[in-house]
């Protein structure tokens, strides 16, 4: 592809796209532009459309303009994303070809999902990071280096392989329970979400995490808890509400199991948790 952006449109090309080295949590929106969305360690939820689809280490979505979408990562999620303008992509031939072509013909289809082994992943991040080495420099010859690199990342994702798998039952109840475990969420109807019994949820959770969603929840509140009693002077009765729980009483006790101690006593001796 020999194909020169129009000059015109150069001074305007880095108003038409982004890279982002570290995705946010994100309210459900309407797209009006192509995202690309490359997990490279941890795991998050999204909602593409009327889909869930979890990610993990090695999955990147193409998600195309007028979809809505929203997504949810924990602290230890580490994605990447590309925001591509519906104009860019009119004045721009090679990105078009690259993305419409990533699309199966004749499909519908909004939203793709690829996979990139640990090789492809690294040759992805030197891409997005030559990007944003330069990305304060608006100089034509830095913006046609930084439009080349863009390609490269695209060409890259483009020869991936399609991963039709988008459901991952499991993934999306343990990211559920990151998101909403300050909520009254019960084991049940978190099974019933992935389709399954409490029985064989519980089992296929703890062989996949090393912990039973029971226990992974209480963790979660307690750790959370943690956090309230050292960083400010609420109440333990309001903190165990904020924490997802009925009473104080049922609070402190879970507390005390784990840290041989109530959160009353934590408070004032923090270290010895």
Not at 38 to 65: H, R, S, V
């Amino acid at each position: 592809m020999n194909y020169v952006l129009d000059d015109s449109f150069l001074p305007r090309y880095k108003r038409n796209f982004t890279v982002s080295i570290s995705t946010i949590d994100k309210e459900s929106h309407l797209q009006d532009f192509y995202e690309i969305l490359i997990c490279f360690g941890g795991n998050a939820l999204q909602t593409i459309g009327d889909d869930a689809a979890a990610m993990e280490c090695g999955d990147i979505y193409l998600i195309c303009p007028d979809v809505v979408h929203s997504y949810f990562q924990k602290p230890v999620c580490q994605c990447s994303c590309i925001l591509i303008t519906k104009s860019l992509i009119e004045h721009d031939k090679n990105l078009r070809e690259i993305l419409t072509g990533m699309l199966p013909k004749g499909s519908s289809a909004r939203y793709i999902k690829l996979f990139a082994d640990d090789y492809n992943l690294q040759l992805l991040k030197t891409f997005l990071n030559l990007i944003s080495m330069e990305w304060i420099v608006s100089r034509p010859a830095v913006i046609q280096r930084q439009r080349n690199y863009l390609i490269g990342a695209l060409t890259l994702i483009s020869s991936l392989p399609v991963n039709d798998t988008i459901s991952n039952p499991i993934l999306e109840a343990k990211l559920l329970i990151d998101r909403d475990f300050t909520s009254d969420i019960k084991i049940k109807d978190i099974a019933e979400t992935c389709g399954y019994s409490v029985r064989h949820f519980t089992r296929i959770f703890t062989q996949r995490f090393g912990i039973s969603p029971k226990a992974y929840i209480i963790d979660m509140r307690l750790h959370f808890a943690i956090s309230l009693l050292l960083e400010n002077q609420l109440t333990i009765q309001k903190i165990a509400e904020m924490c997802g729980y009925c009473d104080s009483t049922h609070f402190s006790k879970e507390f005390k199991q784990k840290y041989k101690m109530l959160p009353s006593v934590y408070r004032r001796y923090p270290i010895q948790k």
